[in-house]
T-cell receptor
């Protein structure tokens, strides 16, 4: 059973470009969570999704950030018009049920130049 | 009230010693307290987790102590090894995996 798969592992974008981060949850997991980790800091919750539904997006910045988890395919975290402050590691986690353990992917390290 | 405060920020212990990492929380509605281990360039990996109905949980060399009245919990690593050198994060949530609130992390170094 493969773990949570994130791609790309590293992503470099120029200011103003769009960044798309992908996350395939573990098999049998229908709950997906995105977290952001700034250098030397803990992870900060961004959004919680189930298939075709956003359950909690209270940690998402109001502008430029969006997330989806379509019926088919991976979950996508999209950042439009990236700025230097968006440079961080973005982690996706999944769980089979909301009260079960969350398993994290390897992360996508976004660098905005 | 949503914060989880973790200390120390960094810790150096000799091999075989028992590093202790502490976390404190404010929100009494939290009911799930996991610890994660993270190596450089990797994602966090769940080590051990506890719910507030027990005061201690052991898994291998890792022990969580939980003090509900003080709103504190801690991680102890018995017989620490250089391979345990990593960053450790405590976390808390209302409902298991959902919306984990993480501490700032502790960078642990175990010297040979």
């Amino acid at each position: 059973n493969a773990g949570v798969m994130q791609n790309p592992r590293h992503l470099v974008r120029r200011r103003g470009q769009e960044a798309r981060l992908r996350c395939s949850p573990m098999k049998g997991h229908s709950h997906v969570y995105w977290y952001r980790q700034l250098p030397e800091e803990g992870l900060k919750f961004m959004v919680y999704l189930q298939k075709e539904n956003i359950i909690d997006e209270s940690g998402m910045p109001k502008e430029r950030f969006s997330a989806e988890f379509p019926k088919e395919g991976p979950s996508i975290l999209r950042i439009q018009q990236v700025v230097r402050g968006d440079s961080a590691a973005y982690f996706c986690a999944s769980s089979p049920l909301v009260r079960e353990e969350a398993f994290f992917g390897q992360g996508t390290r976004l660098t905005v130049v | 009230q949503q914060q989880v405060k973790q200390s120390p920020q960094s810790l150096i212990v000799q091999k075989g010693g028992i590093p202790i990492i502490n976390c404190a929380y404010e929100n009494t509605a939290f009911d799930y307290f996991p610890w994660y281990q993270q190596f450089p360039g990797k994602g966090p990996a769940l080590l051990i987790a506890i719910r507030p109905d027990v005061s201690e949980k052991k898994e291998g060399r890792f022990t969580i102590s939980f003090n509900k009245s003080a709103k504190q919990f801690s991680l102890h690593i018995m017989d620490s090894q250089p391979g345990d050198s990593a960053t450790y994060f405590c976390a808390a949530s209302f409902q298991g995996a959902q919306k984990l609130v993480f501490g700032q992390g502790t960078r642990l170094t175990i010297n040979p």
